[in-house]
């Protein structure tokens, strides 16, 4: 599981993806490099159309079909770009594993929790019976705290609430215990008391498994809760990284202030918010009952 | 569940009633008077006026539409004494020209119907699946083009055209097929098959295309949808993500609608069967508008009207067993 | 697709597709408004398929509109006969190839009567033009006042609309008309079709155009006329109809197709176009009987038929592509 050949969990240098438009090519991200200790918690932070999310997806080797990566991509030291397309593979989902934005969209109407977190295992673990599956795909609902895992694991994703659909795609993406988990803006679509409890969980996966993060935001105030770096991006390019007290309190780059004072003092609100839910153990979120929501 | 299946049951019998209200007003209103038409040659004010009575016609319009909805279920007797006549139960009317109940001449042309209407469904459901996913695979490639440009062109072909230029090339130029005759199965299926070639593909080329252009949309869209991205993210083959995240959700659409217009089709193939002379009940109802004959022109509409309103329902109820989101908030 | 469920297929008013997604060419509307007419037309301008399909329109409209001139000049009317064009000892088929074609007849002449084709095509592009036109006008007028009506008052006027809707979609419409058509006196046979193709065609272009005035209602420029004051009929056709302008235009011009189709098809089942008067639908229905003998008498008016539903298609397709496109989907 952890073949590590060097320090570094991921070491992205150079990475540039590239649209080939009517009126000439386009850098959606220009010579990026980001760095991550096995365990570590990256954040990158932008506006939307700053090329976040694009960095992301092209780590990961999904950019879309009509753009081209190019630079390099180390996960472990084994290089992702230029990887054949089966190799990669291999690597989604379960070495890295991915949490999107919206979780409704991203979950599939059609089919049961259960069964989308069973492929997911099962992709990567050939010659796993379905039994088996089925009782990992329980254990990863109960990990992110869904209350009744083994009854919900046949419920649609329409039958949960958005917050619990997020825990959803978190387990799901937890399935194959991933050394690194990529979250693009996974509390955006959600009401800031849920906010609160995701990036909770999401804290106390990297604490309790060691997963590296990287946390893709445009909120300052959510990646100051959970991480250590922050990686400043806007147009594609990064104007400024370091440790996210120096961003915090030194911030370097008029961009970055930008951000910086649209900021309201949501960090305080979460700060009360966790002390009233020790843990993060009950939440009001989960008591929700969760028949027939929206469809 | 049974509650949403009645509450559909329900309105499908209103609109049914409705269909039987509106069609049975148009023809009290406009049609000549049938007793004209049955009295024939010889007639005399006062003939017409016994017929009138001997069928109800002199009643107010309430109480015959009353007669005739009961005749739909209780079956009704037309006329009494010796001229009397029995129409038994589904009465949908009785045609005096033919001196049968428009139920049974449906239900003899019934089975001819829909085997043009079946063969003529697996046809257009695999040219039309096929061509589209083809298309949208192919997404702005020559092969994309030249579907779409196809499906343009056999939209726009009137299929008794193309029941013409086909009889014409292929039976009379390279006599590929026989000439049309019909032949019961059991005779001959070789021949009976034959027959239904083209009758097949004239039917089915207007809705493959119809059909390729709407699976090409939907798959198109899926591709477009996160869940397939979060499939990809997960690692799984591309053939898995295909067949299990873009095609059920891209090809849910097309049952529905397959399910309305098999339905339509079940009553008759009016311009098909008609070219090419195949005794079902759309030739019937053809052959009756030059006939005048109003009660089976009646009879195949409301059989239409039920097809269509069945259709609606078996379409909604299939649907809850394929669509979670459905099943889940009926 | 489903709007009349029999097997006249040819080109639906409403196409597959946007049929379930009304909201398709709802963000369509702002764009062309943005963009204005002209930049629709710099786009088409460039599409060979939509300027060939305009071409064969224009063309047929004008035949339509100089059909006596035209046939002043080949010299026959549609409904003289001339024995000396047909060869009675073969059963009256045309004398000379391709269905009696000559410097007399230019498109040959019927078989059986010697009726010259020309002046009849001619003058069925007359009927074929105008019934299909005036249909799609009064289902355009019908469709989008009640469905600005259904979408704008909503509550119980839109309950009402919206059932009237789902029941003349329900309804058997092809059939239907048939038998209406059947038992009318053939009197005025044109503005019956043109009503009776009406009445089932609206709620097609009505649903949408509710979809759409539904979501317009809410935007901000009709709140604040509303609260200036301005009336529910002001607001209606001074802040909402001009939005939904280059919805009305696609969504008509792929319907006129569907109407020709439909009017040939009623006229080849003989219950169109009264005879002696010349229709398209109803030359190739008369053709069946010689289709084997006399090729060129269904050819002629079916390619003319044919081309004619294409180019409307193929027009209404490209328009769709291009003012979808303005909108950027």
């Given at each position: 599981?952890?073949?590590?050949?060097?320090?570094?969990?991921?070491?992205?240098?150079?990475?540039?993806?590239?649209?080939?438009?009517?009126?000439?090519?386009?850098?959606?991200?220009?010579?990026?490099?980001?760095?991550?200790?096995?365990?570590?918690?990256?954040?990158?932070?932008?506006?939307?159309?700053?090329?976040?999310?694009?960095?992301?997806?092209?780590?990961?080797?999904?950019?879309?079909?009509?753009?081209?990566?190019?630079?390099?991509?180390?996960?472990?030291?084994?290089?992702?770009?230029?990887?054949?397309?089966?190799?990669?593979?291999?690597?989604?989902?379960?070495?890295?594993?991915?949490?999107?934005?919206?979780?409704?969209?991203?979950?599939?109407?059609?089919?049961?929790?259960?069964?989308?977190?069973?492929?997911?295992?099962?992709?990567?673990?050939?010659?796993?019976?379905?039994?088996?599956?089925?009782?990992?795909?329980?254990?990863?609902?109960?990990?992110?705290?869904?209350?009744?895992?083994?009854?919900?694991?046949?419920?649609?994703?329409?039958?949960?609430?958005?917050?619990?659909?997020?825990?959803?795609?978190?387990?799901?993406?937890?399935?194959?215990?991933?050394?690194?988990?990529?979250?693009?803006?996974?509390?955006?679509?959600?009401?800031?008391?849920?906010?609160?409890?995701?990036?909770?969980?999401?804290?106390?996966?990297?604490?309790?498994?060691?997963?590296?993060?990287?946390?893709?935001?445009?909120?300052?105030?959510?990646?100051?809760?959970?991480?250590?770096?922050?990686?400043?991006?806007?147009?594609?390019?990064?104007?400024?990284?370091?440790?996210?007290?120096?961003?915090?309190?030194?911030?370097?780059?008029?961009?970055?202030?930008?951000?910086?004072?649209?900021?309201?003092?949501?960090?305080?609100?979460?700060?009360?918010?966790?002390?009233?839910?020790?843990?993060?153990?009950?939440?009001?979120?989960?008591?929700?009952?969760?028949?027939?929501?929206?469809? | 569940?049974?509650?949403?299946?009645?509450?559909?049951?329900?309105?499908?019998?209103?609109?049914?009633?409705?269909?039987?209200?509106?069609?049975?007003?148009?023809?009290?209103?406009?049609?000549?008077?049938?007793?004209?038409?049955?009295?024939?040659?010889?007639?005399?004010?006062?003939?017409?006026?016994?017929?009138?009575?001997?069928?109800?016609?002199?009643?107010?319009?309430?109480?015959?539409?009353?007669?005739?909805?009961?005749?739909?279920?209780?079956?009704?007797?037309?006329?009494?004494?010796?001229?009397?006549?029995?129409?038994?139960?589904?009465?949908?009317?009785?045609?005096?020209?033919?001196?049968?109940?428009?139920?049974?001449?449906?239900?003899?042309?019934?089975?001819?119907?829909?085997?043009?209407a079946?063969?003529a469904a697996?046809l257009w459901l695999l040219a039309g699946l096929a061509g589209g996913l083809l298309s949208a695979?192919?997404?702005?490639?020559?092969a994309d083009r030249f579907i779409t440009g196809l499906t343009l062109t056999s939209m726009s072909i009137p299929n008794y055209v193309l029941a013409l230029v086909l009889?014409?090339?292929?039976?009379?130029?390279?006599?590929?097929?026989?000439?049309?005759?019909?032949?019961?199965?059991?005779?001959?299926?070789?021949?009976?098959?034959?027959?239904?070639?083209m009758p097949w593909m004239v039917l089915a080329i207007g809705y493959a295309a119809a059909y390729t252009r709407l699976t090409r949309a939907n798959v198109l869209?899926?591709?477009?949808?996160?869940?397939?991205?979060?499939?990809?993210?997960?690692?799984?083959?591309?053939?898995?993500?295909?067949?299990?995240?873009?095609?059920?959700?891209?090809?849910?659409p097309v049952?529905?609608i397959f399910?309305m217009d098999f339905?339509g089709l079940?009553?008759?193939a009016l311009i098909t069967?008609?070219v090419?002379?195949?005794?079902?009940?759309?030739?019937?109802?053809?052959?009756?508008?030059?006939?005048?004959?109003?009660?089976?022109?009646?009879?195949?509409?409301?059989?239409?009207?039920?097809?269509?309103?069945?259709?609606?329902?078996?379409?909604?109820?299939?649907?809850?067993?394929?669509?979670?989101?459905?099943?889940?908030?009926? | 697709m489903t709007s009349f469920p029999t097997d006249l297929t040819t080109a639906q008013p409403v196409e597959a597709g946007t049929d379930d997604t009304?909201?398709a060419p709802?963000?369509?509307?702002?764009?062309?408004?943005?963009?204005?007419?002209?930049?629709?037309?710099?786009?088409?301008?460039?599409d060979v398929g939509a300027?060939l399909g305009l071409?064969y329109i224009?063309?047929v409209?004008?035949?339509?509109?100089?059909?006596?001139?035209?046939?002043?000049?080949?010299?026959?009317?549609?409904?003289?006969?001339?024995?000396?064009?047909?060869?009675?000892?073969?059963?009256?088929?045309?004398?000379?190839?391709?269905?009696?074609?000559?410097?007399?007849?230019?498109?040959?002449?019927?078989?059986?009567?010697?009726?010259?084709?020309?002046?009849?095509?001619?003058?069925?592009?007359?009927?074929s033009m105008?019934?299909a036109?005036?249909a799609t006008?009064?289902t355009?007028?019908?469709?989008?006042?009640?469905?600005?009506?259904?979408?704008?008052?909503?509550?119980?006027?839109?309950?009402?609309?919206?059932?009237?809707?789902?029941?003349?979609?329900?309804?058997?419409a092809l059939?239907?008309?048939?038998?209406?058509?059947?038992?009318?006196?053939?009197?005025?046979?044109?503005?019956?079709?043109?009503?009776?193709i009406?009445?089932f065609g609206?709620?097609y272009l009505?649903?949408i155009?509710?979809?759409?005035?539904?979501?317009?209602?809410?935007?901000?420029?009709?709140?604040?006329?509303?609260?200036?004051?301005?009336?529910?009929?002001?607001?209606?056709?001074?802040?909402?109809?001009?939005?939904?302008?280059?919805?009305?235009?696609v969504m008509s011009t792929l319907a006129v197709p569907g109407y020709i189709g439909t009017e040939a098809g009623l006229?080849f089942?003989?219950?169109?176009?009264?005879?002696?008067?010349?229709?398209w639908g109803?030359?190739i229905?008369?053709?069946?009987?010689?289709?084997?003998?006399?090729?060129?008498?269904?050819?002629?008016p079916g390619v003319c038929l044919f081309l004619l539903v294409l180019s409307f298609t193929v027009l209404g397709d490209r328009l769709r592509a291009v003012?979808d496109?303005?909108?950027?989907?």
């Amino acid at each position: 599981m952890t073949a590590t050949t060097s320090d570094a969990l991921l070491e992205v240098r150079d990475l540039t993806v590239t649209f080939q438009t009517p009126r000439g090519p386009l850098d959606a991200v220009r010579s990026l490099d980001l760095d991550l200790e096995p365990g570590g918690a990256l954040g990158i932070v932008g506006e939307s159309g700053s090329g976040k999310s694009m960095t992301s997806l092209a780590i990961m080797g999904l950019q879309p079909r009509a753009a081209r990566r190019t630079g390099s991509v180390r996960l472990l030291g084994r290089e992702l770009v230029g990887m054949s397309e089966p190799d990669l593979r291999r690597v989604r989902g379960d070495r890295v594993a991915m949490v999107f934005q919206d979780p409704l969209s991203s979950l599939n109407p059609y089919y049961t929790v259960g069964l989308q977190i069973e492929e997911a295992y099962r992709a990567h673990r050939p010659g796993v019976t379905r039994r088996e599956a089925r009782r990992v795909a329980v254990e990863a609902l109960e990990r992110v705290h869904i209350r009744d895992a083994a009854r919900r694991v046949n419920h649609y994703p329409h039958q949960f609430s958005g917050g619990m659909r997020q825990r959803v795609m978190i387990a799901m993406a937890l399935s194959t215990e991933p050394e690194l988990l990529i979250a693009d803006e996974p509390t955006t679509a959600l009401d800031v008391t849920v906010q609160a409890q995701i990036l909770d969980l999401l804290q106390e996966i990297r604490r309790e498994t060691g997963t590296g993060l990287v946390l893709i935001t445009h909120d300052l105030a959510v990646v100051s809760e959970i991480t250590d770096h922050i990686v400043v991006m806007k147009d594609g390019v990064c104007v400024e990284r370091g440790p996210v007290e120096r961003i915090f309190t030194r911030p370097q780059h008029p961009y970055t202030r930008a951000l910086l004072d649209a900021v309201p003092r949501i960090d305080d609100e979460i700060g009360e918010l966790r002390a009233v839910t020790p843990g993060s153990a009950v939440v009001p979120d989960q008591v929700v009952p969760t028949n027939g929501g929206p469809a | 569940m049974p509650r949403f299946l009645l509450s559909r049951v329900t309105s499908g019998l209103g609109v049914l009633l409705l269909v039987c209200l509106f069609t049975y007003l148009v023809f009290f209103a406009l049609s000549p008077d049938p007793a004209v038409q049955i009295c024939g040659k010889n007639c005399t004010p006062e003939l017409i006026d016994q017929i009138r009575g001997n069928l109800g016609l002199d009643q107010p319009f309430w109480t015959q539409f009353v007669q005739f909805v009961v005749g739909i279920f209780a079956g009704r007797t037309y006329g009494e004494g010796v001229s009397a006549v029995d129409c038994a139960a589904p009465c949908l009317g009785y045609s005096f020209q033919s001196s049968q109940a428009v139920w049974d001449m449906i239900v003899q042309r019934l089975p001819v119907s829909a085997t043009v209407a079946v063969g003529a469904a697996v046809l257009w459901l695999l040219a039309g699946l096929a061509g589209g996913l083809l298309s949208a695979v192919k997404e702005g490639t020559f092969a994309d083009r030249f579907i779409t440009g196809l499906t343009l062109t056999s939209m726009s072909i009137p299929n008794y055209v193309l029941a013409l230029v086909l009889q014409y090339v292929l039976v009379v130029k390279l006599q590929w097929l026989p000439f049309p005759q019909a032949v019961p199965f059991a005779d001959d299926p070789v021949q009976w098959f034959l027959n239904f070639v083209m009758p097949w593909m004239v039917l089915a080329i207007g809705y493959a295309a119809a059909y390729t252009r709407l699976t090409r949309a939907n798959v198109l869209d899926v591709l477009r949808e996160n869940y397939v991205r979060t499939a990809f993210a997960k690692g799984l083959p591309p053939s898995l993500v295909w067949r299990r995240h873009a095609l059920r959700p891209a090809l849910t659409p097309v049952v529905t609608i397959f399910g309305m217009d098999f339905a339509g089709l079940l009553g008759g193939a009016l311009i098909t069967e008609t070219v090419f002379g195949i005794n079902g009940v759309g030739k019937m109802a053809a052959d009756s508008i030059a006939r005048n004959d109003q009660p089976v022109i009646m009879g195949v509409t409301l059989l239409a009207g039920f097809l269509v309103v069945v259709g609606n329902i078996v379409v909604d109820v299939v649907y809850t067993t394929i669509d979670p989101r459905v099943r889940v908030n009926a | 697709m489903t709007s009349f469920p029999t097997d006249l297929t040819t080109a639906q008013p409403v196409e597959a597709g946007t049929d379930d997604t009304p909201e398709a060419p709802a963000a369509a509307a702002a764009g062309a408004l943005r963009s204005g007419a002209g930049g629709t037309w710099q786009a088409l301008r460039h599409d060979v398929g939509a300027m060939l399909g305009l071409g064969y329109i224009v063309l047929v409209t004008l035949v339509a509109i100089l059909a006596p001139v035209l046939t002043s000049i080949s010299g026959w009317t549609p409904y003289e006969f001339d024995q000396t064009a047909i060869d009675p000892n073969l059963g009256g088929m045309p004398i000379g190839p391709w269905g009696g074609v000559s410097a007399e007849h230019w498109f040959g002449v019927e078989p059986g009567s010697g009726r010259d084709i020309f002046a009849r095509i001619v003058y069925g592009a007359r009927v074929s033009m105008s019934i299909a036109l005036s249909a799609t006008l009064l289902t355009t007028v019908l469709g989008v006042s009640l469905g600005l009506m259904a979408g704008y008052f909503g509550g119980r006027v839109d309950l009402v609309i919206s059932r009237v809707m789902d029941f003349l979609m329900a309804f058997p419409a092809l059939i239907f008309m048939i038998a209406v058509l059947s038992a009318l006196p053939a009197g005025n046979r044109s503005a019956l079709l043109v009503v009776v193709i009406s009445v089932f065609g609206w709620p097609y272009l009505a649903r949408i155009v509710r979809g759409q005035t539904m979501s317009l209602a809410q935007r901000e420029f009709v709140e604040a006329a509303r609260a200036a004051g301005a009336s529910g009929t002001r607001i209606v056709f001074r802040e909402i109809l001009p939005n939904l302008r280059s919805t009305i235009i696609v969504m008509s011009t792929l319907a006129v197709p569907g109407y020709i189709g439909t009017e040939a098809g009623l006229s080849f089942l003989g219950v169109g176009v009264v005879p002696p008067a010349p229709s398209w639908g109803q030359m190739i229905s008369a053709s069946v009987k010689w289709y084997a003998v006399d090729p060129a008498y269904f050819v002629v008016p079916g390619v003319c038929l044919f081309l004619l539903v294409l180019s409307f298609t193929v027009l209404g397709d490209r328009l769709r592509a291009v003012v979808d496109a303005q909108e950027g989907r």
